[in-house]
C-alpha cells in the first residue's frame, strides 16, 4: 500500500505494472489504515510505504496498528 503524492509516483516509476501495488491517489493519511484492514483479512505479508505529513493526518492509526500487533504488517 503506497501514500499519495510523491512516493506513490517514484514507485509507480520502478514498478508501473505490478498488479500487488494499490497506490492511494487523493487519500492522503489512509494508507496506514487501509493496509491494517488488507493484513487482517489475509495471511500475506502487507506492506505501507508513508510519508511523514502523510503519517500526521491520521496519527491515531498508529495506536491501533500497534494494538492488533498483526505479524503481516510492516508499516
Not at 493496509?35 to 492509526?61: C, E, F, P, Y
Amino acid at each position: 500500500v503506497i501514500t499519495t503524492g510523491y512516493i506513490s509516483r517514484a514507485v509507480y516509476d520502478i514498478y508501473p505494472f505490478e498488479e500487488n501495488i494499490f497506490y492511494m491517489q487523493g487519500s492522503m493519511g489512509i494508507a496506514p489504515a487501509i493496509g491494517l484492514g488488507i493484513a487482517s483479512n489475509t495471511s500475506k505479508v502487507v506492506v505501507v510505504i508513508s510519508g511523514d505529513a502523510s503519517l500526521l493526518m491520521h496519527l491515531g492509526i498508529t495506536h491501533t496498528i500497534r494494538d492488533c500487533n498483526l505479524e503481516n504488517l510492516f508499516v
